[in-house]
T-cell receptor, first 116, second 113 residues
Framework: RKEVEQDPGPFNVPEGATVAFNCTYS??????FFWYRQDCRKEPKLLMS???SGNEDGRFTAQLNRASQYISLLIRDSKLSDSATYLC?????????????????FGQGTILTVHP | DAGITQSPRHKVTETGTPVTLRCHQT?????MYWYRQDPGHGLRLIHY???????DKGEVSDGYSVSRSKTEDFLLTLESATSSQTSVYFC????????????FGSGTRLTVV
């Protein structure tokens, strides 16, 4: 089983639609969670961190369910510029003596295309 | 944006030759990472560093070595390049993983022929 699993999509939605992405992780010791966005042939960029209480940034809402080991991202009022690959990312701290080496594990990504 | 640059941006090399990729940061961050990204596999950790001369292996470290002699530079070497190492290589840094996650460089596209 992969450490971080996402539905690869692709998701094709019209402008203005609401779309949701899901992600599950296997390591219950995981400590922090993120959504990254990656445009074609570019580097991944941090979209938002995900907090246990859920958090919102404009049209984007992220949720975390630690009991189910499940993370979600909701995009409302989709724009053409939202077209990208969305990566679910999990941090499981590792290291001896209490030192965290902070290794991030990435899902394979969910492809989103927003069309006019 | 955080100061992180990778060089070269593109490289074509022949099988069996050594190749070194460079990651340079101006943020004075302690942690640096090398990932490769391939279709169907996503991003996979090759090696990482938690300080000068302190490095460790990731999940796909075979055929790769790294060095970090200065805080700002993290070098990835393919000792004898193979076609399976054709990939896009990303360097990443973090100044506080729990909050900031990683900041990535622009990537190096390596083709081994």
């Amino acid at each position: 089983r992969k450490e971080v699993e996402q539905d690869p999509g692709p998701f094709n939605v019209p402008e203005g639609a609401t779309v949701a992405f899901n992600c599950t992780y296997s390591n219950s010791a995981s400590q922090s969670f993120f959504w990254y966005r990656q445009d074609c042939r570019k580097e991944p960029k941090l979209l938002m961190s995900v907090y246990s209480s859920g958090n919102e940034d404009g049209r984007f809402t992220a949720q975390l369910n630690r009991a189910s080991q499940y993370i979600s991202l909701l995009i409302r009022d989709s724009k053409l510029s939202d077209s990208a690959t969305y990566l679910c990312v999990v941090n499981t701290a590792e290291g001896a003596g209490g030192t965290s080496y902070g290794k991030l594990t990435f899902g394979q990504g969910t492809i989103l295309t927003v069309h006019p | 944006d955080a100061g992180i640059t990778q060089s070269p941006r593109h490289k074509v090399t022949e099988t069996g030759t050594p190749v070194t990729l460079r990651c340079h940061q101006t943020e004075n961050h302690r942690y640096m990472y090398w990932y490769r990204q391939d279709p169907g596999h996503g991003l996979r950790l090759i090696h990482y560093s938690y300080g000068v001369k302190d490095t460790d292996k990731g999940e796909v470290s075979d055929g790769y070595s790294v060095s970090r002699s200065k805080t700002e530079d993290f070098l990835l070497t393919l000792e004898s390049a193979t076609s399976s190492q054709t990939s896009v290589y990303f360097c990443a840094i973090t100044g506080g993983l729990q909050i900031y996650g990683y900041t990535f460089g622009s990537g190096t596209r390596l083709t081994v022929v």
